[in-house]
């Protein structure tokens, strides 16, 4: 156990602890306690290297709860050791030119920031009053660079980008819907999977001659969660309602007005399954670099697996990692590379990732270093457990007198969540969607009081509101797109359960997973999702050749296990040693891609090794299918 301290940018004095704790199951009693409890699981169950490695940090109980409603932002004290903190939270806001009023009681403070004026150039947008000109001067309060875990951790609505984009606001909100919903900590897990480390960080704050050593971190009750038994609609669109979006959207395409447009719509069914379920069946399910549990409040939960990132800025590095191109996974690893080889042939999908590439280029050119902006990994693959997606990296650095907040709001919101030009598609969905999107295509994540954040899209979510479950699923539109079989795709997609729609949420039924987010076809002869039976070898089993993936017979193997064999692979003399042509000495003539790889599929990954010295962590995109088998491609929605 090691303590230090520290003093904050504001003058705060905070005591800082932190504790080695065993790493096996060091997290679970967080997803437990959040079925009750207020607080935040963030949770990365995927690995890319140089992307995304395993870990997770979780809280519950937290000090401070700051909610925001359109411009209205309220910090309200969770416990006594919230009160300690009030006062200089007060001071921090009450100051500052944008608001236009303030209000504070024993237990919270309230301000709203002021509207912008009529026009600024376009390198001043994410400095225009808003609610994050108060989160501003709160994380300049408790900064400090040397402090990489405590935050504000929390979800951001969908609605926050109406606070500086001209959107004309048409759809009703419910009086109870938030856009903002951040914790501040004052008790961290956090579990390193790669180091294999777990460590437990307690903090307490010292300021305006009051301090919270001693207090309780527990809030005063907790909230049991109740399912519901029934749920008033199962949808917020009407039998061909959707095709009639799709039907207006072709016409906007044919004007001009739009190059893509990405709308959705919501689905609802009663939850008797705690949030803590639910969490637990995606991460087994569906493995995703933003996974997340988080408890609201006021009976709200949020439970997702999304697979992208928002935006990360680590110092001045900004990394967003758009996603466009999906395609179903095969039945093994020689049909997922086959699956690969069509995907990225695809001329159509590599457009639109290029696409949607540029409108995030053009999104840093704000606020990074001209010509800082690169794209660092062009249509790389990533698979999940259903689904392959080819995703860029981009990256930039942040130009002197921006911040990670600025880099935050010049993406507001992704175009893969939208459409392009951005502002338009905002407008048309705006216009005609049956439904605010509330927390759908915002941001989770966390804004460290050291200048960094991480944030992932707010997709494939599960919205829990007073025990009824809530899935929203979307699918970019493009001008050939078919209003019939968008309409049937829109209305599979969130039931993926053997039984089909309703019953998304079946216990051990469900995986939140989003077919091609690009198409209006789903995969020919069978349910989107809907996986074949896997028959393949093990690693080390058989040497690949072409051949039809699903002609398996039983051999007995040469290290004397029972394996599945296709006809047209030959069994090996030996192990192949790490990257080697199985059988063969190092200075013959190595074998085609074709004939090289092992393929060996796991419990929902693959991997293929081909050629000495070069391994690769996902399987290649060498021709494999036979000619007269056309490549299996997933359905139109995003299923989030």
């Known amino acids: 156990m090691t303590s230090d301290s520290y003093l904050t940018g504001g003058g705060i004095r905070v005591h800082r602890t932190v504790e ?55 910090a ?16 921090a806001l009450q100051g500052l030119d944008q608001i ?23 390198e001043d947008r994410s400095r225009q009053p808003s609610v994050f ?23 951001f609505g969908y609605d926050l980008a109406f606070q500086f984009e001209p959107i004309r606001a048409r759809l009703p909100r419910p009086a109870d819907q938030r856009d903002l919903v951040l914790y501040l900590p004052d008790e961290l ?19 305006g001659g009051r301090a919270t050593a001693g207090l309780p971190r527990a809030a005063a009750a907790s909230r049991p969660f109740a399912g519901a038994a029934t749920v008033p609609r199962t949808g917020d669109h009407a039998p061909g309602a959707y095709a009639a979006v799709v039907r207006v959207a072709r ?47 006021d009976a709200e939960y949020l439970v997702g697996a999304s697979p992208e990132m928002y935006v990360r800025v680590d110092g001045d590095r900004v990394e967003t990692c758009p996603i466009s191109g999906t395609i179903a996974r095969g039945h093994d690893a020689i049909a997922d590379a086959a699956q690969i080889q069509a995907l990225l042939n695809s001329a159509k999908d590599e457009s639109e990732l290029t696409m949607c590439t540029d409108v995030d280029r053009n999104d840093k050119s704000r606020i990074c270093v001209p010509g800082t902006v690169r794209v660092i990994g062009r249509r790389q693959i990533e698979m999940y457990a259903r689904l392959i997606h080819t995703v860029d990296h981009v990256e930039g650095r942040l130009r002197p007198g921006f911040d990670a907040l600025d880099a935050f709001l010049a993406h507001t919101w992704a175009v893969t969540v939208t459409g392009a030009p951005k502002a338009w598609a905002m407008q048309f969905l705006e216009d005609h969607e049956r439904s605010p999107r509330a927390w759908y295509g915002g941001a989770v994540g966390l804004l460290g009081f050291d200048g960094n954040l991480n944030t992932g899209l707010t997709l494939r979510t599960i919205r829990v509101k007073d025990g009824a479950a809530e899935v929203r699923a979307g ?67 058989a040497l690949a050749r072409p051949g039809h993936p699903e002609r398996f017979r039983s051999v007995r193997h040469v290290e004397g296990a029972a394996r599945a064999r296709n006809p047209h692979v030959r069994g090996l003399p030996g192990a192949a040693g790490p990257g080697r ?33 070069r391994v690769h962590r996902g399987p290649l995109p060498f021709p494999l299918r036979d000619p007269r088998e056309a490549p299996v491609r997933a359905g139109g929605d995003r299923g989030e």
């Open 251 to 297: 016409e906007a395409f044919k004007r001009g007005d739009l190059f893509e447009v990405v709308p959705g719509q919501t689905f609802f069914e009663p939850c008797p399954s705690p949030p803590s379920e639910l969490f637990r069946r995606l991460r087994e399910r569906n493995p995703a670099p933003y996974g997340f549990l988080m408890n609201l409040g």
């Open 189 to 207: 897990l956090i579990v390193d999977h790669r180091r294999e480390v777990a460590q437990r960080r307690r903090y307490d704050f010292e300021v």
């Open 581 to 613: 042509a199985p059988g063969r000495r190092a200075r013959s003539p190595r074998l085609s891609d074709a004939r090289q790889g092992l393929a060996h599929p796991g419990p929902g990954w693959a991997a293929v090794r081909r050629s000495p010295g």
């Open 20 to 74: 080695p704790i065993p790493m096996a199951n060091a997290i679970e009693p967080v997803v437990d306690a959040l079925d009750a409890r207020r607080g935040v699981l963030l949770a990365s169950s995927y690995e890319y290297p140089g992307r995304y490695t395993r870990w997770d940090m979780g809280f519950v109980d937290p000090l401070l709860a700051l909610v925001a409603r359109g411009r209205r932002l309220r």
């Open 133 to 155: 000109s108060l989160l501003r001067a709160l994380i300049a309060l408790f900064r400090h660079p040397e402090e990489p875990h405590l935050g504000l951790y929390g979800a």
């Open 76 to 91: 309200e004290a969770l416990n006594p050791r919230g009160l300690v903190l009030l006062p200089a939270i007060a001071q």
């Open 475 to 541: 699918a970019t539109l493009l001008y050939d797109s078919d209003p019939d079989a968008e309409e049937e795709e829109r209305r599979r997609g969130p039931a993926r359960a053997p039984g089909g729609p309703p019953g998304f949420l079946r216990p051990h039924a469900r995986e939140l997973s989003s077919p091609d987010r690009r198409r209006g076809h789903h995969a020919a002869g069978r349910v989107p999702g809907e996986r074949a039976r896997r028959a393949a070898p093990r690693p080390g089993g």
């Open 100 to 122: 236009e009023d303030f209000e504070r009681t024993d237990d919270a403070v309230a301000v709203t920031a002021r509207a912008h004026s009529a026009g600024f150039a376009e």
